[in-house]
């Protein structure tokens, strides 16, 4: 159920964000693990393939490209893809108002602070909260915090 | 080098070789555990190591090292340090790890946390994602507290995820007395003023938790095991529980799916469409639970369900407005799916196949997408968006017509025209997915009309694989694999055609051929020999032999390229060449015939014997295949021996004279052929047609094996005792579990197993050695060494030897298997010494006679049991691996 990990890299595949909520099977180097998933997305035709694609017995891929960076979340082979894409969606939304005009070097340099969108907006590999409005005034405080 | 967070990302990443970077790193990292194991380092720096330490995190770089100070961190009295060890803890430990236990009293401190809600929420986001089983034993009471004395929607909605994960990972905690579901219904629905509490947020958890439990439920209905734990009493408390709740999510669902804009919670025009689907779904897992458990949730069925479909109706109705926007299909889909798993009547399953064919429907570019305008600037190109999103829907539409047609087969055929247009997607999984269904909704009705369809589609693919496409979206293995499921799935499906749609069959199966026929394999070929060889109506054979052949042969216009297709047309010479010629009325002459025979023999003996010249394209076909069309010439020419006019003494000579080329052949089999051949041909007319009558009608045998599919077996009539040979073989190599294996000739020795798992050492006295010369190391791993011993190499036939030995450990129970290739035949040897149990460094060999043509190569399988001196348990392992020879034989 829900969602198993959320990733994010640039087109070479250098990794900007990763948060697993499920323990990857076994067998796996967590490295390998991504550099998998970055081959197979990168080699779909982004323009004429859907964002979906099955990844393994258990997990399929939903995934969008925005400028150069891929963001990825893998979710449970029985789930219906087509809201997790309004979920990465509504991700860019919120980081883009919160960092105002967001752009990859935002997300390299303040990782955590992505985290930290991520972790309000996704609970346990779950969404949690969707109010674009609700979401800003929070993380506003939030970041203010010390 | 700096030293704060963004000098170090700045060095790594202006870093310009790959080792640059790996210094950087490697420095970086040891500078980490020295300032981490620092006592006196202040709270910022410590908390900027940390945050480095994260960026390596992110990079794939060993962190376990700091995974303590993590932990250490939360416990800082300072918010700034909190947050950081929460996200870094999360981060860096998982669920499987020891470690967690010293989170436990950090986390109940925090739950509890009087003052300070952010503190609260990043406890429970952390144990949200670090639910190990104890943590969850532990902290329940806590988050349970937290629901019922909250009253900010913040940190309920948060506690309510939380909690449906930590229900999730001990079924025991919903069986304690203390089920949160009597207090969670009076603090949500008792009575009006609650409404304040229920914002979007706290709906999607009391969605997820509800969601939660009936998992549980099921899965503890469908294994025994756990549902003496249920007493009739709780599960009538839940039942009552629901039933009170499922207005609330009806009226909750329909107020958000009533067009009223909502800034906050608009995603394209629709509102929350997160809760819409999260609302659908619970209520699918409410209906569900009541469909398949005992009489004791019976009463949601007859109390809601009627009020469900009708709601349903209603949504699709409203949604269907809108086919542009991913979270409008998003509610739609999720809506089908619950029509289709709750297997609801008839007119809401057409409604639910009437969606998804929408979905299929060319996109309207003309609507304007006004898709939000975050990255703009950034993005190449934003009208890619549209394209995209059809096929998302598209895909998703496919897949779920292929699980729901067992419902509604009629209804989703009508939509063939959708399906058939899918075909031609730029995008290789929509094509596959189609093509899927298009041979599931493949019937006897629509047969005609879809053969067409799929014909156009093997001609697009064709043309897109020879650059003829002003575009090519995808690579030519991608296309081999379309056309080769197809044309295997066309075959299956051919038995469909009624036998007064002979023609129509024969003319498709042509049609095919010349398109794709050089792109398919021999195997997939005898399924085309046998179904023409099939036809009853002799007629209409007959006629469509004549067209094709008078098409090419007339014209002296030999097809070099498809070599399918000229097999066909060998072999049709051969068998039907009397009534070719007679049927022709002196358009085909026997002349005609042997010519193209001579032409075609010449081609292809050039090309197998010389193919750095060869002017045929080598698609898939090998120098093997070659060998068999040369094979198929030779026959042909020896049939049409004994149909033409005997007095022509001209065509009979030049009919010898093919067969007589390749008396002297390099290739062993085909000697062999052209001299045995020649001892028939010489002998009298009436013997000749005796043995070189047309073939009998080829009837499939079911095999009483459950692979079926895999290998077909199919043989003539009047071969029945061979057949029982074979099945013997057949159930034999399936107690091996071994489907690769060669199959020797019914007479050879059974090669599929060479001991079994009971038998003992016979004798250990006999020690071998490994042989000086010709040996070479072919497989080695830390348990075992492989050698190969080449004693002979002929063309035709090859002896080898392979020697096992185990390096590391004592051996047991060892099986080994081995296959050679399709145009090679395998007789493997027993283990010699005979014993299975083998100690270290002793060898053990295995003899392997492989008779056949092409390059040597060998697939070894084994099985063993490795016995360590250290563990008590034995392992099993399997090896498998593969070997190419130099040898040819």
């Not at chain 2, 039907?576 to 358009?587: F, L, R």
């Amino acid at each position: 159920m829900g969602i198993r990990f959320i990733l994010c890299f640039n087109k070479q595949g250098v990794v900007r964000l990763v948060r697993w909520y499920t323990v990857i099977d076994s067998g796996y180097v967590t490295q390998d693990f991504i550099a998998q998933i970055y081959r197979l997305i990168s080699s779909r035709d982004h323009k004429h393939q859907s964002n979906f694609v099955e990844f393994s017995d258990t997990t399929k891929l939903v995934y969008k490209r925005y400028a150069g960076l891929y963001f990825v979340m893998g979710v449970d082979i029985d789930d219906e893809e087509p809201i997790y894409l309004s979920h990465i969606h509504l991700f860019i939304e919120v980081l883009d108002s919160f960092f105002g005009n967001v752009c990859e070097l935002d997300i390299v340099f303040n990782f955590y602070k992505v985290y930290m969108v991520l972790d309000e907006m996704f609970l346990a590999g779950e969404i949690q909260e969707v109010s674009k409005d609700v979401l800003n005034e929070r993380l506003q405080i939030l970041d203010r915090l010390q | 080098m700096g030293s704060s967070l963004k000098s170090f990302i700045k060095d790594v990443r202006n870093a310009k070789t790959f080792s640059d970077e790996r210094t950087i790193i490697t420095k970086q990292s040891a500078k980490i555990r020295t300032k981490l194991r620092d006592d006196h380092l202040s709270s910022s720096k410590k908390r900027e190591n940390i945050q480095k330490l994260l960026y390596l995190y992110i990079l794939g770089e060993p962190t376990h090292f700091a995974q303590v100070e993590c932990i250490n961190l939360i416990a800082s009295d300072q918010f700034v340090d909190k947050r950081l060890g929460y996200l870094s803890t999360s981060l860096l430990l998982d669920e499987s790890q020891d470690l967690l236990t010293l989170l436990t009293n950090l986390l109940n401190n925090d739950l509890n946390h009087p003052n300070n809600k952010y503190i609260v929420s990043l406890a429970l986001s952390t144990l949200g994602s670090l639910s190990s089983y104890d943590l969850a034993k532990d902290l329940y009471p806590d988050v349970l507290h937290l629901i019922e004395t909250s009253n900010d929607p913040f940190i309920l909605s948060k506690s309510l995820q939380c909690l449906s994960k930590l229900i999730s990972k001990d079924f025991e905690l919903t069986i304690l007395s203390i089920l949160p579901i009597d207090i969670f219904v009076k603090k949500f629905f008792s009575n009006n003023k609650n409404d304040l509490l229920l914002t979007n947020n706290v709906w999607l958890g009391i969605c997820k938790f509800l969601q939660s439990i009936v998992i549980l439920l099921l899965s503890s209905f469908s294994s025994s095991s756990n549902s003496d734990l249920l007493s009739d009493q709780f599960l009538t408390d839940l039942n009552h529980c629901f039933s009170s709740i499922i207005p609330k999510l009806f009226y909750q669902l329909s107020s958000l799916n009533i067009k009223n804009y909502e800034s906050s919670y608009d995603v394209q025009g629709v509102r929350d469409p997160f809760l819409q689907c999260e609302i659908i779904l619970t209520l699918k897992y409410l209906f569900k639970l009541s469909k398949l458990s005992t009489n004791h949730f019976i009463s949601l069925i007859n109390d809601h369900y009627n009020k469900f479909m009708d709601l349903l109706t209603q949504l699709i109705n409203n949604s269907s407005l809108n086919l542009n926007k991913n979270p409008n299909n998003a509610i739609l889909y999720e809506i089908t799916m619950t029509i289709f798993e709750l297997e609801m009547d008839q007119s809401l399953r057409l409604l639910g196949v009437n969606i998804l064919a929408n979905f299929l429907k060319p996109y309207n570019n003309n609507n304007n997408n006004n898709n939000s305008t975050v990255m703009q600037g950034k993005r190449s190109k934003n009208n890619h968006i549209n394209n995209s999103n059809s096929n998302n829907i598209k895909y998703v539409a496919l897949n779920t017509l292929i699980k729901v047609i067992k419902y509604e087969p009629c209804a989703i055929a009508k939509h063939r025209k959708f399906i058939s247009q899918c075909l031609y997607d730029t995008d290789i999984s929509i094509k596959f997915k189609a093509l899927e269904l298009t041979f599931t909704i493949l019937n006897k009705d629509n047969l005609v009309e879809l053969t067409e369809e799929l014909i156009k589609f093997l001609k697009d693919i064709f043309s897109n694989n020879n650059g003829t496409h002003d575009y090519v979206y995808f690579d030519i293995d991608e296309s081999n694999d379309l056309i080769n499921y197809t044309v295997d799935n066309f075959l299956k499906k051919c038995d469909l055609f009624d036998s007064n749609q002979d023609a129509i069959k024969l003319r498709s199966l042509f049609e095919i051929l010349k398109i794709v026929g050089n792109m398919i394999s021999i195997d997939q070929l005898n399924e085309f020999l046998i179904i023409i060889n099939n036809i009853e109506n002799w007629q209409v054979k007959i006629n469509s032999l004549i067209e094709n052949i008078s098409n090419n042969m007339i014209n002296n216009r030999i097809v070099t390229n498809n070599i399918s297709w000229n097999l066909i047309m060998v072999w049709s010479i051969g068998e039907y060449g009397d009534s070719i010629i007679t049927k022709a009325n002196g358009n085909i002459t026997s002349n005609h015939l042997i010519n193209y025979l001579n032409q075609l023999n010449i081609l292809y003996s050039q090309n197998f014997k010389n193919p750095l010249i060869s002017n045929l394209s080598i698609n898939k076909h090998s120098y093997s295949d070659y060998i068999t069309m040369i094979q198929y010439i030779l026959t042909s020419a020896l049939k049409l021996s004994s149909k033409i006019n005997q007095s022509d003494a001209h065509n009979i000579e030049s009919l010898r004279q093919i067969i007589l080329s390749h008396q002297k052949d390099s290739n062993l089999m085909l000697q062999i052929k052209s001299n045995q051949y020649e001892s028939i041909f010489n002998q009298g007319i009436n013997i000749k047609r005796i043995i070189l009558d047309s073939m009998p009608k080829f009837i499939k045998q079911a095999d009483n094996n459950n692979n079926t599919s895999d290998h077909n077996k199919i043989q003539p009539n009047q071969n029945r005792n061979n057949n029982q040979n074979e099945l013997l073989l057949d159930l034999l190599s399936d107690i091996n579990d071994n489907l690769n294996q060669e199959k020797s000739t019914s007479s050879g020795p059974i090669t599929v197993s060479n001991n079994n798992h009971n038998s003992k050492p016979i004798s250990k006295t006999t020690t071998l050695t490994l042989p000086k010369d010709n040996i070479d190391l072919i497989f080695k791993t830390d348990l075992l060494e492989v050698y190969s011993h080449i004693i002979d190499v002929q063309p035709g036939n090859a002896h080898l030897e392979l020697f096992f030995k185990p390096i590391k450990t004592f051996v047991k129970s060892m099986h080994s298997l081995c296959a050679v290739s399709k145009q090679q035949k395998l007789t493997l040897g027993h283990l010699y010494p005979h014993n299975t149990d083998i100690e270290m460094n002793q060898i053990v060999k295995q003899s392997l006679k492989i008779v056949g043509s092409g390059k040597l190569k060998l697939r070894v399988k084994l099985t063993l049991v490795t016995v360590s001196s250290n563990s008590i348990s034995d392992k099993t392992q399997e090896i498998q691996f593969d070997y190419k020879f130099n040898e040819t034989i």
